[in-house]
């Protein structure tokens, strides 16, 4: 979609972050440039100053009142009492500060009781358009086939799939990265959280690797399991595996040199040699239907792992310990632009 002129900066309570992001998504769907803290902010920068020339630029300011802004404190009453002062500086018939309700009785500040509020609290779509339309962007370009009445919390992303292996550092990081995701606004599917009891595991892996955003933490443990790598296989299967992938890589894996990529190899033969060994003792018994498919997978793996290996070891990855000081911040923007970019 175009971009217009337009700059909405949205003030929000820490715990109203998932919903500035749903917002966030919403605008910036309809061509308006947006500005909040946890988007904007580059690194090193400091805080109050960049929000105080964000809010001097701004068109308006949208400030999100829930049941969390009585109490909260920090930037966020920073943010209104720097909309408040800029507000002095226009006409008075300038639509400056927005109140946005989340909750029909959120409370207001004193300060903003005297300001029209927009609703929020009933349907998202209904409070985005009739705020395009007041800051004079032309709304019918907002996503008009959408319900009018449908919830914020119901804003689609796509589905972002975590592959990992279970235990140790890699499944630390899964649970980091969907709390990470979470705080943003955004579900991650995991085995732990879509498979349930008597579920079947390998639709689950299927389905993932189908899935357009797929993040996979690649340790020594994954690329020696066989469930994983029937992961890596499903995600290459279905094409475009680097525009498809958002690889995390631990230490550990040491995919860097070709010799450290040989023992994964080496392992997989093994593997084969092992499991064809024992079918060659067991072949009197017979009905050993599953033994070969899982003897199938080994050598599929065989066959791919160096040329999946060497895909993942030539993209710039960034070390954990980057993404684990950005609370996974760089991995999360990849894929919202990836998100854009797929309109």
């Not at 019918?140 to 919390?153: C, F, G, K, L, M």
Request: glycine share 6%.
């Amino acid at each position: 979609m175009p971009k217009n002129n337009k700059l909405i900066y949205i003030a929000y309570a820490d715990d109203d972050l998932p919903i500035a992001k749903k917002l966030f998504l919403h605008l910036s769907g309809a061509g308006v440039t947006v500005w909040y803290r946890e988007e904007s902010i580059p690194f090193g920068k400091v805080k109050t100053r960049m929000m105080n020339q964000a809010i001097n630029k701004a068109d308006c300011v949208m400030i999100l009142l829930s049941k969390h802004t009585a109490n909260s404190h920090g930037f966020f009453q920073q943010e209104i009492r720097m909309a408040l002062n800029r507000r002095q500086e226009l006409p008075e018939d300038k639509v400056f500060i927005i109140p946005a309700l989340l909750e029909k009785d959120a409370p207001r500040p004193y300060a903003l009781e005297g300001i029209m509020p927009l609703d929020l609290s009933m349907g998202a779509e209904k409070g985005v358009r009739k705020l395009l339309k007041g800051i004079g962007v032309n709304p019918a370009r907002h996503n008009e086939e959408s319900s009018n009445n449908q919830p914020i919390e119901m804003t689609k992303v796509p589905e972002i799939y975590i592959s990992y292996a279970w235990g140790g550092e890699s499944e630390k990081i899964a649970d980091a990265l969907e709390k990470a995701f979470q705080k943003r606004g955004v579900t991650v599917k995991r085995d732990k959280n879509s498979v349930n009891y008597k579920d079947s595991i390998k639709e689950f892996m299927k389905q993932l690797g189908q899935g357009r955003f797929v993040i996979p933490i690649i340790s020594k443990k994954y690329l020696e399991a066989k469930n994983c790598m029937f992961e890596l296989l499903e995600i290459a299967k279905h094409k475009q595996f680097q525009k498809r992938i958002f690889p995390i890589v631990l230490p550990n894996s040491k995919i860097y040199s070709a010799l450290d990529r040989l023992v994964y190899i080496n392992h997989w033969e093994k593997k084969i040699a092992e499991l064809d060994a024992a079918i060659r003792e067991a072949k009197g018994l017979g009905n050993l239907g599953s033994i070969y498919t899982e003897l199938d997978t080994f050598h599929a793996i065989r066959n791919q792992i160096d040329g999946l290996v060497g895909i993942i070891s030539d993209m710039n990855n960034l070390t954990t310990e980057i993404h684990q000081t950005g609370n996974y911040e760089i991995v999360f923007e990849a894929i919202m632009k990836a998100i854009k970019e797929d309109g």
